[in-house]
């Protein structure tokens, strides 16, 4: 008898502890700023500049700054915490325009380089034009879809090209950007990347079938970064949002789930030291929460597959 109650306890203890250690985690995801503070000069104690692959538009100029040049709450991005900014991305004029914006409303100097991170044999150019610069932070932002509507694998459109196009820009740019950061980093002891993946990278979703596949390469490509460098005091993160209007979403309108690029980052940097891997906001971490607890086969049956499709349609007014 005595056994038996004991197990109970046992048991009883135990689900308190699980419930505990849940409740703690969600209460660190509600108040970041308690949880998780960032010194004022943390960024700039890192280093002097910050790369940032995509960073003329969308998510990547808003690490470096807000597009509109308004105070947000919260951490301001990376050019106002004092960082100097390299933008990396294929349109000269977007980049410009970019540069004027930063260099006008912080007067921090702004790098740029042009380069299709589709294409092959880039990246001589890309670490000559980095050479000797003390980088703090990496932000491997830029990727693309092999669709603007979501299909299944064998109805996308130029097929055989875009599938050379998504693996070169989502999976072999931020390798190759690590390769070439990282050992600068290393040898000064410090240093902060931070790796864009996306949230339904963590369950299997139907129609971003190649997408999914390069955003879990992400993931586990930086979670083993960090496991190997921790110990030279260098953060890899991997942040991985689900609704941000940008121009690869087709700016669909903001909402409960959809952030601005702007805000979005806002809120992610208040994750910076969460862990290895942030879904950048509240609402968004419900929303993870949500996906990895649905059962499996809804989400890939030909029903949510169609009403997916549907969804997105009507959201990019296609």
């Known amino acids: 008898m005595a056994l038996i109650e004991f197990v109970f306890i046992l048991v009883g203890v135990c689900a308190v502890f699980f419930c505990g250690i849940r409740l703690m985690r969600m209460l660190m995801v509600l108040f970041p700023k308690f949880w998780y503070p960032l010194p004022e000069n943390f960024f700039t104690s890192m280093g002097k500049w910050a790369v940032i692959t995509g960073g003329s538009e969308g998510i990547g ?5 807000q597009v ?3 105070r947000l709450d919260g951490y301001l991005q990376l050019a106002r915490h004092g960082l100097n900014v390299v933008l990396i991305s294929r349109s000269r004029e977007k980049l410009e325009k970019a540069a004027r914006n930063i260099e006008r409303s912080t007067g921090r100097k702004v790098k740029l380089i042009s380069a299709d991170f589709t294409k092959d044999n880039i990246y001589g150019h890309i670490q000559e034009s980095l050479r000797g610069l003390d980088v703090a932070v990496l932000v491997n932002n830029v990727g693309i879809l092999p669709s603007e509507i979501p299909c299944k ?5 130029y ?3 875009k599938i050379h196009q998504v693996i070169n820009c989502n999976v072999k740019t931020m390798a190759k950007m690590c390769r070439i950061v990282l050992p600068g980093m290393v040898e000064r002891g410090r240093g902060v990347i931070l ?6 990278a963590k369950v299997p979703f139907p129609l971003y079938t190649l997408y999914i596949a ?4 992400i993931e586990r490509f930086s979670q083993g970064l960090q496991a190997e460098y921790k110990s030279k005091r260098i953060l890899v993160q991997t942040v991985s949002p689900f609704g941000v209007s940008t121009s690869m979403m087709g700016y669909q309108k903001e909402d409960l789930i959809t952030f601005t690029a702007e805000a979005f980052v806002t809120s992610s940097l208040a994750y910076l030291k969460a862990g290895d891997q942030t879904y950048g906001s509240v609402r968004h971490a419900i929303l993870g929460f949500f996906f990895q607890n649905i059962p499996k086969w809804v989400l890939t049956s030909e029903a949510f597959q169609h009403s997916f499709q549907e969804f997105v349609k009507k959201r990019v007014g296609a």
Not at 61 to 65: D, E, F, P, V
Not at 153 to 157: M, S, V
Not at 214 to 217: A, E, G, I
């Open 61 to 65: 100029h808003a690490y470096a700054l």
């Open 68 to 70: 509109d040049g308004k």
């Open 153 to 157: 694998f064998l109805e996308t459109t």
């Open 159 to 161: 097929l055989e090209e």
């Open 195 to 200: 790796n864009v993946s996306s949230g339904i």
């Open 214 to 217: 390069t955003k879990v390469f």
